[in-house]
Structure formats: structure tokens, C-alpha cells
């Protein structure tokens, strides 16, 4: 059996309707803290401009990226002194629970 070829049915026109879609512009997402650029587009916008390349882009910055979050980094950051477990154990520790009373077949 042979395939056809079918001709493009919709050449030439659009898609997407107008002014349905907002605007997607170039955009560098900046970390705080490490002050590492993640060069992407998106529909966000800012006050700030920076040129790459000769294309102008909104910067926006970012408190927590992939660079300085420590999941990614490895790094942990509790500042917990005490453990868990200690804790608990100095809250609740005199507290005991109630023990379930025994079936008669139990005994």
C-alpha cells in the first residue's frame, strides 16, 4: 500500500490567536547570593535591562536558585543544636501514655 502525501492544509497561517498569548521575552534569571545568571525566556518582565549577545534582557532576581540551594550544593543548613529526638524527649518526656488494657484471652 502506498502513503500519500498530504499538502499542509493551514500554510501561511497562524495559529495562536492574536492577542490571546502574552509576551515572551529574553530574560536572565539572577541568584542573590552567588550572583550566577541563568539565561532563558519567559513571560516575566523587570524594570532592569542587561545586553548578551547585542538582545537586550529583563533581569530578575531570584533569592534561591539551583547554584546556592543546598539540596543542589550538598550543603546542609539546620541550626539545630540539639537533636530530635532530645528535644522530644525534654518536652515530653515525663508524659507517658496509657497502656491498653489486656483482653481477657490475652492473659
Known amino acids: 500500500m502506498r502513503s500519500r502525501i498530504l499538502p499542509a492544509r493551514h500554510s501561511g497561517r497562524h495559529f495562536m490567536k492574536a492577542d490571546l498569548h502574552p509576551e515572551y521575552n529574553p530574560v536572565i534569571f539572577q541568584d542573590m547570593s552567588t550572583g550566577k545568571q541563568f539565561i532563558t525566556r519567559s513571560t516575566a518582565k523587570s524594570d532592569r535591562v542587561e545586553q548578551v549577545d547585542g538582545v537586550d534582557h529583563f533581569v530578575i532576581s531570584i533569592g534561591v536558585t539551583a547554584d546556592s540551594h543546598p539540596f543542589f550544593t ?20 515525663a508524659v507517658r501514655r496509657a497502656k491498653k488494657p489486656k483482653a481477657d484471652s490475652e492473659e
Open 74 to 93: 550538598g550543603q546542609k543548613q539546620f541550626v539545630d543544636t540539639e537533636g530530635r529526638i532530645d528535644k522530644f524527649q525534654k518536652r515530653f518526656g
